[in-house]
């Protein structure tokens, strides 16, 4: 069994930065590609990024150059630190071990004036 939590949402005016968090119960965390995903109110859940075991990155085009992701595998710890936040960012974040059923409840961000 596997438990993902996310942290880190809330309100943030255009152009500011939030730091997410996603902390994953389980032993096979270093193992497996991590990935997250947004879903706006009306819209479909869209890919954002995902980082490998091994620390090789991918980005949707939306995000590229304004988000990056790392991982503690320490900590069992994902980190999306995103910057030049746009209105259009606004949705609901999710974590998911990247291919699996795996999910976690979700953060929201807000970015807004």
């Known amino acids: 069994q596997v438990q ?5 949402g809330g309100l943030v005016q255009p152009g ?3 730091r997410l968090s996603c ?4 032993r096979l965390f270093r193992l497996n ?5 947004r879903q706006a109110p009306g819209l479909e859940r869209e890919f954002v990024t ?3 075991s091994g620390g ?23 980190y999306p630190q995103m910057n030049s936040l746009k209105p ?10 990247m291919g699996s059923g ?9 970015v807004s004036s």
Request: proline residues 0%; charged residues 15%; negative net charge.
């Open 16 to 18: 500011g930065s939030l």
């Open 88 to 97: 259009e960012d606004t949705a609901v974040y999710y974590c998911n071990v």
């Open 33 to 37: 590609t991590m990935a997250w995903y």
């Open 50 to 52: 995902a980082i490998s």
């Open 56 to 78: 090789s990155t991918n980005y949707g085009d939306s995000v590229k150059g304004r988000f990056t992701i790392s991982r503690d595998n320490a900590k069992n710890t994902v």
């Open 4 to 8: 993902l939590v996310e942290s880190g």
């Open 102 to 110: 795996y999910w976690g409840q979700g953060t929201q961000v807000t």
């Open 23 to 26: 902390a994953a119960s389980g």
